[in-house]
């Protein structure tokens, strides 16, 4: 994975002139847009081979890799949440055969500690809706060995991102290292998991998020420089982190900063879907729409997801209902890229479809 940089006030500018000019009313999504979406994405990504299930990187073909393929693992864990469908959990245990088929269950030689972390994540939550003790083990065994080696008191605490180099802490691993500690803590009973938790947190808190405004930083170079960079998925796992921690201030500032400082016409960013960025915007809608569910913030927050979802849903590919990462644009014809596309799926199921029609979408709203 890599720091975005961001793009340049030129190209910002065109994106807010063609906002300004065009606009339209389009149809309301509804709950069964949503199945549609999720038989769409299985029909085009998801595939098996004797019991082994992975998703195809695009249309084409190939698989996807290792933390893109544990985030679209753990949809599986978010959808079943969503509707109680045990054929979400049978996909997913498919999907983990496949995983560990491909890549094992001692996840050390990848040298990426964030990717390691969302397998940690997808496996414990896993444990949680299926009670598979196999899940949870190899959870806690990778965050432990990960942990150790990620761990110092370099810069104050934290995670390093990328071992053995270890040049620079990164928000992309030190959130989802805090919500995997806590969700060890959660499906062990063991304090020192919440400890870690909290620890990893308050590093990330104090060095790398703007606690005034909600913005969290990229990383912090071993020198101690900052790339004060946002990214929405940085935001949203940080507010995951800081929902089940109780810092609820936090994390609604992080929510502000995304909304009105990140999006564009109320639309999140229209990432480039073939590389790590089109899966950015679906992680953030993961831990914000939790977020809002368990605090009761759906009257701050749920329109403006809801922009989101039916943006997603009114620029999908008609031919075939998928939707890539780039919601404020029409999905083109040609190959499509799996991670790119499963953003739209969360979206459009996790938020809850408006009781009226006619939202308004603004084209490329999110550049």
Same mark, same amino acid.
């Given at each position: 994975m890599f720091t975005l940089r961001l793009k340049s006030a030129g190209a910002v500018c065109l994106i807010v002139l063609g906002f300004l000019a065009s606009r339209f009313s389009a149809v309301a999504y509804t709950a069964a847009d949503a199945q549609t979406m999720i038989t769409a994405y299985n029909d085009a990504f998801y595939f098996t081979t004797n019991g082994n299930g992975y998703f195809r990187n695009t249309t084409e073909g190939g #698989? !996807? &890799?290792? &933390?893109?393929?544990?985030?679209q693992m753990e949809m599986l864990i978010d959808l079943y949440e969503q509707t109680t469908n045990s054929a979400h959990l049978g996909q997913f245990t498919s999907l983990y055969n496949g995983f560990v088929g491909d890549h094992g269950t001692n996840w050390m030689w990848n040298e990426f500690n964030d990717d390691i972390m969302w397998m940690v994540i997808?496996? !414990?939550?896993? *444990?949680? #809706? !299926?009670?598979?003790?196999a899940f949870r083990t190899v959870a806690k065994s990778n965050f432990d060995a990960c942990y150790a080696r990620a761990w110092s008191d370099d810069l104050g605490g934290g995670l390093w991102w990328k071992w053995p180099t270890n040049t620079s802490k990164n928000a992309c691993v030190n959130g989802p290292a805090a919500i995997a500690a806590y969700l060890l803590y959660q499906s062990y009973n063991d304090t020192? *998991?919440?400890? #870690?938790?909290?620890?990893?947190?308050?590093?990330?808190?104090? !060095?790398l998020v703007n606690t005034n405004t909600g913005q969290v930083y990229d990383s912090i170079h071993q020198t101690g420089k900052k790339d004060q960079t946002p990214i929405t998925y940085n935001q949203g796992t940080f507010i995951g982190a800081a929902n089940y921690l109780g810092y609820t201030n936090d994390a609604i500032r992080a929510a502000d900063f995304t909304r009105n400082r990140l999006s564009r016409g109320g639309l999140l960013p229209n990432y480039d879907e073939h590389n790590d960025l089109g899966g950015f915007n679906g992680i953030f809608v993961r831990w914000m729409v939790k977020f809002m569910k368990d605090r009761n913030l759906q009257s701050s927050y749920q329109p403006w997801l809801q922009q989101n979802a039916n943006a997603a849903w009114n620029f999908r590919r008609t031919s075939d209902n998928l939707s890539w990462s780039r919601w404020g644009r029409t999905t083109p014809a040609g190959t499509r890229y799996s991670f790119g596309c499963w953003g739209s799926v969360l979206v459009i199921n996790l938020v809850p479809p408006a009781q009226s029609p006619g939202m308004a979408v603004h084209p490329d709203g999110g550049d």
């Open positions: #698989k !996807t &890799w290792f &933390w893109e393929r544990a985030n997808a496996c !414990t939550r896993a *444990y949680q #809706k !299926t009670g598979n003790p020192n *998991y919440l400890a #870690k938790a909290q620890d990893i947190f308050l590093w990330e808190r104090a !060095t």
